[in-house]
DNA sequence: TTTCAACACGAAAACGTTTTCGTTCCAGTA
DNA sequence: TACTGGAACGAAAACGTTTTCGTGTTGAAA
């Protein structure tokens, strides 16, 4: 086992002093032809490489972004994080993963775990918790320090900074449209408590897109989610009751609990009822029939995400600063879930 | 926009030397009652926090650890990811995660980027192309400079170090011998291509169920595949062509894939063919019919890979080493594709 | 009154870099 | 000969900590 090489131990070997073999390895033409040659040699033939501890803490940056999200084990959120893996490799950056859990108080120490010097920057969705909360003096305080930060998908609008979102209001209305355009009448929408910014909007494009097209919305036929839990007895208890011919879900797995109580009362999907869901995943793909959604491009708004950031953290800050928001557009992937255009 | 707080603003605030002020920090007996009480004071309303960066250089570790896998967008990796963070965060620790796309070049780069001081260790799950050339010298590398390792799920025989794994041969008898419990005889295999570990050693134990149960073994039963692209259409293909009444998938896509091509070929699931997965997912649980499969544990390998790690990193290297290889069990996790038992 | 602990604190080195500012040496010029 | 200027290199500070080893002051014991 042999302990890493360092510049000193490079100068007593050769003996030289320390910035002599610094300035070589950074070809400065302070240094002779001969002597830089030399170390040059001599640290290519051990493999010298710098540490990057060391150079953190000269160049008071890490080279590391942190990204916060709710949930890993969440396809939606693994395509952002492969997204932002991505560019920041081609950018010379880490990347450094936390899990909130969903929770407010894992959310503040993770961010204050990596404020302390460990990340340049974060990229971040926010906890179901901290938007109920509404607090987010934790945000505040980092982006206080100079610290920058992206927000993506579940944003807060008072934060100041900059953000990644998708149209969610355009999204849902896309999707109730299409129902529209195939015929559905009788839409009913899965959504999630208004709290959740996202299900709040795609509601509101639901309610948009119905009143575009002159029929009137039937507060009865829409069901708001508080628990991930229950929800499948939720939508079966729900849809039992209600005569349909469509349903927009604000997500993958309310779509497919529908598929399924739609399915256990004997009916077909999509020849009686067209459904419709959220966020394009594998299980979007793979089931059986396989589901149209609204999809949302994780991995667009990874790689947004970690451009902005990187942007801001590249340049100097005096320069006149101000806040964008990228808004990532919607698809619609049409599959079997929906009968086909008349 | 404040900056950070460091030992030497507080000491020249505070008219101290700065060692006073580390000391008092650290409830040092050196410092009297009254001075300490003063500066513990003035750094809580100011909020201090030591730097991360400066603590990693003078202490000579970063309490970070680094994971390394093939591919995010998948779930029994996330899942991994998921225990990894936990017990690393409930120990202190934060994750690096860094993605090799299956490639080697990718592999050892993200290796030697954070083997130069941003990561105390390494947990990591070998990329399909590193397997296949059977090239380990990055691995050996950073092992021998001390830093120690854990190779998960796709390991290589001959690196000395920590590894956890499941038993894949156990984990692919057991899914074939309830296929022959509940009746089957005609049992398809649907694998990778032997260079990958797993796949090999499933087949292992999809053999040795076969032969203890006095089943020959139909080398044409079995089919290897080496694209994950093209899949869905081998697996149709060898399906048309066999007459077969249970089918063993080493993994959730396969399995899925060959339902569908069964369904389209008029023939049901379960009742005309059972069909059994390995690695559990949300896939899995969805899909219609949800699908019986061998579950993997990905949350438990990522704990116990963490906990391995941390512990290897906690006690000086002097004490008697040696490595230890954990087998995680895996279970069967019957659902609706598969007949019910006689 | 002298001596010696005990106490309370500060100076400085160390971790591994980069960078600024000398310093030395020698060739070339006046 | 004396001076200038550049080339080639080294010393030291700085980034923010922790820790070892002083050092000065006090009070009490001799």
Known sequence: MKPKLTLKKIA?????????VSKALRDSSEIGEETRAKIKAFAKHYNYKPNNIALSLKNRKTKTIGIIIPEI???????????VEKVANEMGYNVLVCLSDN?????????????????????LSLAKETMQKGDYHHLAEVINQGMPCVLFDRVAEDISCDKVIIDDVTGGKKAVQYLIDIGCRKIALISTVDYVSVGKLRTHGYK???AENGININEDLILKIEEMEDSEKEIEAFLKERDVDGVFAVNEHFAISAVKSIHDQGKKVPDDVSV????????????????????QHGMRMGEESARLLIEKLERTPSEDDYYKTIIVET?????????SRK
Chains 1, 2 share one sequence.
């Open 103 to 123: 929770s407010f108080d894992k959310e503040v120490l993770n961010m204050e775990m990596l404020a302390n010097g460990s990340t340049d920057g974060f990229i």
């Open 276 to 295: 419709i869901g959220f966020t394009d995943g594998e299980l979007s793909k793979r089931f059986i029939p396989s589901l149209t959604t609204v999809s």
């Open 208 to 210: 948009q897109a119905l």
């Open 331 to 339: 698809g619609l992937v049409v599959r079997d879930s929906t009968k």
């Open 12 to 20: 007593k070997e050769l003996d030289v002093s320390i910035s002599t």
């Open 73 to 83: 084990v969440h396809h939606f959120f693994t395509t952002v994080i492969s997204g």
